[in-house]
């Protein structure tokens, strides 16, 4: 007698234990007319076979043949590892207390859980219809590749908003019950009344309260379908937030028939989606389950799209972009700033809200334009009223740390910081210092996202000590996010401190001695003219007084004592032999006194200058 491959249909030999044809493994697997629990339960064909647990088309005997689930539980542990074996069962087991705990229409009922041959199984309500998995392109048991039949956008948002409601009842259990793999594939479409419903709760587990301990002491399991699962699902840490998640990447992928499987976490055709429902699947693709949206936030936004636009107002932005639900405003405000901080303090917002019967935040937006004087901020404050998981803006400096090295004791040196809003939003901010000797300008900034501020850094080192380095912080702090804290080293060198007094010292000596010399030269001046009055009236004075006073050096050097002659000339930086007779006199009496005249007024001018010098040496 020849059984078949409840995978292929081909026909194998009784003792086989492998298909010949698609290499399926026969042992343990049930074919079309094994009986279960004594008869009770008749299997009518294979429907799907997972990694954990097969699933089967069967007759329920006792109710008259009613169709009916039959899950098997797989041996896709280690069986030589015992410890491995208990928790697949105590999971095993926890998929079917779950079905018994919930009554929903969405949720597949259970109606019994038994064992046999050392295997479990469950038995449940059977759903006829496809899953949506029919509908994107995918790869069926053959490996084929078939073709999408795709969705209008208006079923998928229709079906979305069902699973919403399951997920809604999921989630309100007093222990809330996470499904962790919501994907096309466990969404069933009934034929008849065209529900969707969920199933494969393999790995669905209840939250365990906070505080409690798990029963089996083992860490949480990581489950789930890549592309469809969040981020903290991977690190054992599933939450209600986790299914919402789920679900938008499943909207996602029915929408646009791109499977999120290729490329986790990423959306590249979310822009050709409307506005309104690209936003409201952005928010509950958020990466932290915090900003994330409940599945029941998701419902009214995608209800408010599903209504007739007639039935619902709309409030329309710079460009034409509309809106009927407060999920997309965040957004398009962040996309329109001045128009939606206009829109806020002169009451447009107020007067569309009330329109869509959303009084709590009337309330809120009159509250805020009472009380917060700067628009900017009070938008802001609005939209985290509206979107308590609204991301706030992120601020970065840049540079992030002034060293300035060895310096002198200057009276300022200055530095400049640029900070950005790099994410979204407005942000006021303060900016303050820790130590006496920085000083900052401004200390107030007003940031919109993708405008720099500049921030200038004042040093004032005349008071800092010798050879110790200092250490200093310009701190920016903008309410609700983490410090931006900006570190400031600077260490006085006695080197370039002399080096900086020396150059002080020339740059004020070289003008100070240029002056002096200048006044000077005018002193001599006023004296010249008041002297050579008399003179001018009668010039032959001058030159009578001109030759005696020639005469009188030249009979003066002629009877100098012995001695001094060679002494003084030599101080005098001369050379020269004393006059011996009268042509000798007669030179010395011409020559003599334009010589001391010139060596005047060299001293003069030497002297003006270094005395100059000196001075503004000394000031500098």
Request: hydrophobic share 40%; with cysteine; glycine share 8%.
């Amino acid at each position: 007698m020849s059984r078949s491959c409840p995978e292929c249909g081909a026909e194998v030999r009784p003792q086989a234990r492998f298909c010949p044809r698609c290499g399926t493994s026969l042992e343990a697997r049930l074919a079309p007319g094994d009986q279960l629990k004594g008869g009770d339960y008749r299997i009518i064909r294979s429907l799907t076979k997972g990694g954990m647990g097969a699933v089967y088309l069967a007759e329920d005997r006792r109710a008259f043949d009613r169709l009916c689930v039959v899950k098997q539980m797989l041996d896709y542990y280690d069986p030589t590892n015992p410890e491995e074996r208990l928790r697949a069962q105590q999971r095993f087991q926890e998929e079917g207390r779950t079905l018994a705990s919930l009554s929903h229409p969405g949720v597949p009922k259970i109606y019994a859980f038994f064992s046999e041959n050392g295997r479990f199984y469950i038995v449940m309500e059977y759903i006829q219809g496809e899953n949506l998995e029919a509908y994107v392109t995918h790869e069926d048991e053959r490996g084929q590749i078939i073709p999408a039949k795709r969705l209008p956008q208006e079923e998928v948002i229709r079906y979305i908003i069902q699973v919403c409601r399951i997920l809604e009842y999921l989630h309100s259990q007093p222990r809330p019950v996470v499904h962790q793999d919501i994907k096309p594939a466990n969404l069933i479409l009934e034929s008849h009344l065209g529900f969707v419903r969920l199933v494969d709760f393999g790995t669905a587990r209840a939250e365990i309260p906070a505080g409690a301990m798990p029963g089996n002491g083992h860490k949480a399991s990581i489950y789930g379908t890549d592309g469809y699962a969040p981020p903290e699902q991977y690190r054992g840490k599933p939450e209600p937030r986790s299914d919402v998640f789920a679900l938008a990447a499943t909207a996602y992928h029915l929408l646009t028939d791109d499977d999120p499987r290729k490329h986790p976490f990423k959306w590249p055709l979310m822009n050709t989606l409307p506005k309104e429902l690209a936003l409201a699947l952005q928010r509950a693709l958020r990466p932290a389950p915090e900003q994330r949206c409940t599945a029941h936030e998701l419902c009214e936004a995608l209800e408010s799209i599903a209504t007739p636009r007639r039935a619902l107002e709309t409030f329309t932005f710079p460009g034409g972009a509309r809106i009927r639900s407060v999920l997309g405003l965040p957004a398009l405000c962040d996309e329109h700033w001045d128009a939606a901080r206009s829109f806020l303090y002169n009451g447009d917002f107020q007067r569309w809200l009330r329109d869509i019967n959303r009084h709590d935040l009337v309330l809120a937006a009159d509250e805020i334009v009472k009380q917060q004087p700067n628009h900017d901020a009070g938008l802001e404050a609005f939209l985290h009223v509206v979107d308590c998981g609204l991301a706030h803006p992120k601020l970065v400096a840049d540079p992030q740390s002034i060293d300035l090295g060895r310096i002198a004791r200057e009276s300022a040196l200055t530095r400049k910081v640029t900070v950005l809003n790099v994410t979204r939003g407005y942000a006021l901010a303060t900016v303050s210092t820790t130590q006496p000797w920085l000083e900052v300008f401004p200390t107030t900034l007003h940031l919109w996202v993708g405008k720099p501020v500049d921030i200038r850094v004042n040093v004032r080192a005349e008071g800092l000590p010798f050879r110790k380095q200092q250490r200093g912080l310009v701190r920016v702090q903008a309410a609700g996010l983490d410090p931006i804290e900006i570190p400031v080293m600077a260490q006085v060198s006695l080197r370039r401190e002399a080096w900086r007094l020396l150059w002080r010292a020339i740059s004020a000596a070289i003008p100070e001695g240029w002056r002096t010399f200048l006044a000077g030269g005018r002193l001599i001046g006023r004296v010249t003219r008041t002297v050579s009055r008399p003179f001018i009236l009668h010039p032959w004075l001058f030159w009578a007084m001109w030759f005696a006073l020639g005469l009188g050096i030249g009979v003066g050097l002629h009877f100098l004592p012995a001695g001094f002659w060679p002494e003084g000339l030599t101080l005098l930086g001369l050379d020269l032999p004393p006059p011996a007779g009268l042509l000798d006199i007669a030179l010395y009496a011409a020559l003599g006194l334009p010589t001391i005249l010139t060596l005047l007024w060299t001293a003069f001018i030497a002297s003006t200058l270094i005395g100059g010098f000196v001075v503004g040496a000394a000031r500098g």
